[in-house]
């Protein structure tokens, strides 16, 4: 039996750490409502509560400058609820 489960949580784990380090680092903060993101914004299931944005509009389009953090729910706003975001 392979400890999934463990492994997959530790490793989420790292991910918030790291996260939390580059937030506090480069002082990112929500591109849409340009609030800062804080220790509660990021939880162990980091994809509840972040999303990335492409500001452009096109999700094809990966260029670092064109991917921004933003909160889930102010994605959602901004993009409409109608259309579907993943
Ligand atoms: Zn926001
Ligand atoms: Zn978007």
New binding site residues.
Partial sequence: MIQRRSTLSSRKGRLRYLLLHLLSKYMVGCYLCSAPFTESDVPVRTVDLL????ID?N?FNWNKDNIVL?HRKC?KQ??GRNRK?S
Wanted: net charge negative; glycine share 10%.
């Fill in positions: 999303t990335e944005h492409h509009g999700h933003t994605h901004y993009h975001e």
